[in-house]
């Protein structure tokens, strides 16, 4: 059940449209959150940079469960590179393909524990977009 909104006397107008634009941050960044501490929900790798950026319209508001492009467009930069490079030996994203990927993915960042199983839908749409 929903409860209605009630605003204190102090409360103007003005600090609707305010709200209104930078819900989405705050959302984004409470999804992270919950993330972060292990509930359930979407890892939007949104930290309190992302939240202050959006918040200030300075930078794009994803939708909610939505990592930004930003975050995700090096790994379909990736997939994108790797179908040009391996498109002639592999017609299609098969499971030796994926084990190449993800050893080429790893060795470019060692040191991010369990990037591939974040980016591995975004490498292969990468590798799938028409080119």
């Known amino acids: 059940m929903k409860t209605r909104q009630q605003n204190p006397t102090w409360w103007r107008p003005e600090y609707d449209s305010s709200w209104e634009r930078i819900k989405a941050a ?35 508001i994803p939708p909610r469960g939505v990592p930004a492009y930003e975050i995700e467009e090096p790994a379909f930069r990736f997939g994108h590179g790797a179908r040009l490079y391996f ?34 839908n975004s490498i292969r749409k990468g590798w799938e977009y028409p080119s």
């Open 26 to 60: 705050f959302q984004r960044d409470w999804d992270q959150t919950k993330s972060d501490f292990g509930a359930d929900g979407f890892d939007t790798d949104q930290d309190l940079s992302d939240t202050i950026a959006q918040a200030a319209g300075k930078r794009p």
């Open 87 to 120: 498109g002639d030996e592999y017609n299609v994203w098969d499971e030796d393909l994926e084990s190449q990927l993800e050893e080429d993915w790893l060795s470019m960042y060692p040191d991010d524990e369990g990037s591939w199983d974040r980016r591995r």
